[in-house]
């Protein structure tokens, strides 16, 4: 059996405007205040895991998620798309965190938990903090390889061949299983869940787990940072508008003030 | 003891990369709070040239150079191990890196091996009344903005492009060149390059460019795109995109500014008919000058605007060009 794992966020919709967007207390107000979603390059991981799953031999995918208020319609997702199982690690300690450093040990921990797990896919970065760090340091804490930016995964024997998006053309890596691959927007759109998928996905319930049940003790890990503020950003400069007669003097003055300012 | 400063430096055809020179700079700032420390940068390649040189010349008290052939092509495994040997055997308190297409592969791996996690695009450093390394970085696609007190001894971060300025060079400032060995020999590549193909880029790349003309939903049509062309080739830049243009099949999806797209620092970034979500805003709001043109005054593109026309852009632009080329010819 070749055993993938993809790991998920659910993040606050990165379609929000910033209007819809609140901050209370310097934290980031959670789900159900906001709507949520699976973090795009994360469907996309998931997407690469069904091909494979669609072109391989008995293949299993187990979802991994690792936060603290998670809504389970945004969650289950990845099931109605045809993953097998999916584990939620839930604890308050995940909520909002800019410091990685938990999630890593929880996700080294419930890969450890599963064991024979082969290779593990994971969106290229998350669309909230950004950091594009967790799936790289779950490689270097397991001792496995990594490649990133994938536009195509595929599986022969021990080895996976990706292709790697660079910005004017693409590189073909080859790695030995376990691994840990990131996948990036160019493999091409998630698949959406069919009925079948969906009412398939009601029956399964997730398996959570909390951070004993994979023997990590929260209070006893150091942590990389320490959030001292999080804030709407304050403007440093307000909009200079450019008035016209009508759209076509405002385009040519606009024309002229960039000038006079040495903008253009 | 941890002591100074270490950049992660890159190298470009041979010299510092810029961004390489702007932590250099910062790296000068932020050694002013510890009087008598150093601030130093790893240099590791092929073969390294004159680049010590002109590392010292902005800013550098120490390059640590070392050269070996397994670095040719710049392989993320074998940047990764050199970076993590020099950190172990200079022992700074911070690592500074860039952020670069390089780094994002190597940073947050270094950060791993050294027990600690990256602070990641960071667009301010400072050093608080206890010495630790306090980073600003947006957030949310730049909805939020986050300062964080990094803990770990070494501290490690990534500077935004285009944030602090390079020192100007000064080919008398002393500093000195220590080679470093690191054996790269066994098992370091584990990710093994089969084969790269990489295209000329037709014109100016996004990534490059001083001035982007970036179009939305709101153009309406794969048209409309050729008065950006038009308006892009005056100014000598570059056409980008929203997500939402890329998806209606307007423009390929190389175009596309934005968390899920590219990245861009220009100096100005004019957007046409883009609402300025979250999602796009992440991609360009570095731009030194975002100017907006959009027909909805409440757009949140006007939000992130220094200059901004409320108006119809099929009027707007072409009487916007056409003054343009009055005024540049």
Redesign the interface.
């Known amino acids: 059996m070749l055993h993938l794992v993809v790991t998920v966020k659910q993040v606050?919709d990165?379609?929000?405007?910033?209007?819809a967007?609140r901050?209370d207390n310097g934290r980031?107000a959670s789900p159900p205040n906001q709507s949520s979603v699976i973090n795009?390059?994360d469907e996309q991981a998931i997407e690469a895991a069904l091909r494979l799953k669609e072109t391989l031999n008995d293949v299993h995918v187990t979802v991994i998620s690792v936060g603290a208020n998670f809504a389970l319609d945004v969650i289950k997702k990845p099931l109605a798309m045809g993953a097998d199982a999916l584990i939620l690690i839930q604890d308050s300690a995940f909520e909002n965190n800019?410091?990685?450093?938990l999630t890593?040990t929880a996700l080294v921990a419930a890969i450890r938990k599963l064991g024979s797990v082969d290779l593990v896919l994971a969106g290229r970065q998350a669309?909230?903090?950004?950091?594009?760090?967790v799936p790289?340091?779950v490689?270097?804490?397991l001792g496995w390889?990594?490649?990133?930016v994938a536009k195509s995964v595929t599986v022969e024997g021990h080895t996976a061949?990706v292709q790697r998006v660079?910005?004017?053309?693409?590189?073909?890596?080859?790695?030995?299983l376990p691994a840990v691959i990131t996948v990036s927007?160019?493999l091409g759109t998630p698949r959406y869940p069919n009925m079948r998928g969906i009412m398939g996905a009601r029956r399964v319930q997730p398996v959570v787990w909390s951070a004993s049940d994979i023997g990590i003790d929260v209070a006893a890990i150091?942590?990389?940072?320490?959030?001292?503020?999080?804030?709407?950003?304050t403007?440093s400069?307000e909009?200079?508008?450019?008035v016209g007669d009508?759209?076509?003097?405002?385009?040519?003055k606009?024309?002229?003030?960039?000038?006079e300012s040495q903008?253009? | 003891m941890t002591n100074g400063i270490l950049i992660i430096g890159e190298l470009t055809s041979g010299t510092p990369a810029t961004g390489t020179l702007e932590a250099l700079a910062a790296g000068q700032q932020l050694i002013a709070s510890f009087p008598d420390e150093q601030v130093a940068v790893l240099l590791a390649s092929e073969s390294v040239g004159e680049a010590p040189l002109i590392a010292i010349a902005h800013g550098a008290d120490i390059v640590y150079v070392i050269e070996d052939k397994a670095l040719a092509g710049t392989p993320?495994?074998a940047v990764v191990a050199v970076a993590q040997a020099a950190v172990e055997q200079v022992k700074p308190r911070f690592v500074i890196g860039t952020k670069t297409?390089l780094s994002?592969?190597t940073?947050?791996?270094l950060?791993?091996?050294l027990g600690?996690?990256?602070?990641?695009?960071c667009t301010a450093l400072s050093v608080d009344a206890q010495g630790r390394l306090?980073a600003v970085r947006?957030?949310?696609?730049?909805?939020?903005?986050?300062?964080?007190?990094?803990?770990?001894e070494p501290a490690v971060a990534a500077l935004r492009s285009k944030i602090v300025e390079p020192l100007p060079s000064d080919s008398a400032r002393a500093g000195k060149v220590i080679r470093l060995d690191v054996d790269l020999t066994t098992n370091v590549i584990?990710?093994?390059?089969?084969?790269?193909?990489?295209?000329?880029?037709e014109g100016v790349?996004l990534?490059d460019a001083k001035?982007i003309v970036s179009g939305g939903r709101g153009l309406g049509s794969r048209e409309a795109f050729s008065h950006l062309d038009d308006l892009a080739k005056l100014?000598g830049g570059a056409v980008g995109a929203s997500r939402a243009a890329c998806d209606a099949g307007w423009v390929p999806?190389s175009y596309q500014v934005g968390?899920?797209?590219?990245t861009v620092t220009p100096?100005?970034y004019i957007a046409v008919g883009i609402s300025g979500?979250?999602?796009h805003m992440?991609g360009c709001s570095a731009a030194r000058?975002i100017?907006?043109?959009n027909k909805d005054a409440g757009a949140?593109i006007?939000?992130e605007?220094?200059?901004?026309?409320?108006?119809?852009w099929e009027?707007?632009?072409?009487?916007?060009?056409?003054?343009?080329h009055e005024?540049?010819d």
């Open positions: 606050i990165p379609e929000t405007p910033l209007s967007f901050v980031v795009g390059f800019i410091d990685p450093t890593i669309s909230d903090w950004d950091n594009g760090q790289l340091a490689a270097e804490s390889p990594s490649a990133t061949r660079l910005p004017d053309g693409h590189e073909l890596v080859e790695l030995d927007n160019e150091q942590p990389a940072f320490d959030l001292i503020g999080l804030a709407k950003p403007k400069m909009t200079e508008f450019i009508d759209d076509a003097d405002a385009g040519r606009l024309a002229l003030r960039l000038r903008i253009v | 993320p495994d297409l994002r592969d940073l947050p791996r950060a791993a091996r600690t996690a990256l602070a990641q695009d306090i947006p957030t949310y696609g730049g909805n939020a903005e986050a300062t964080i007190a990094c803990l770990s584990r990710t093994r390059s089969i084969e790269r193909v990489e295209r000329e880029p790349r990534e001035v100014l999806s968390l899920t797209g590219k100096d100005l979500a979250s999602q992440a000058t100017v907006g043109i949140n006007f939000k605007s220094s200059f901004g026309v409320v108006g119809d009027t707007v632009l072409p009487a916007f060009i056409e003054q343009l005024l540049l």
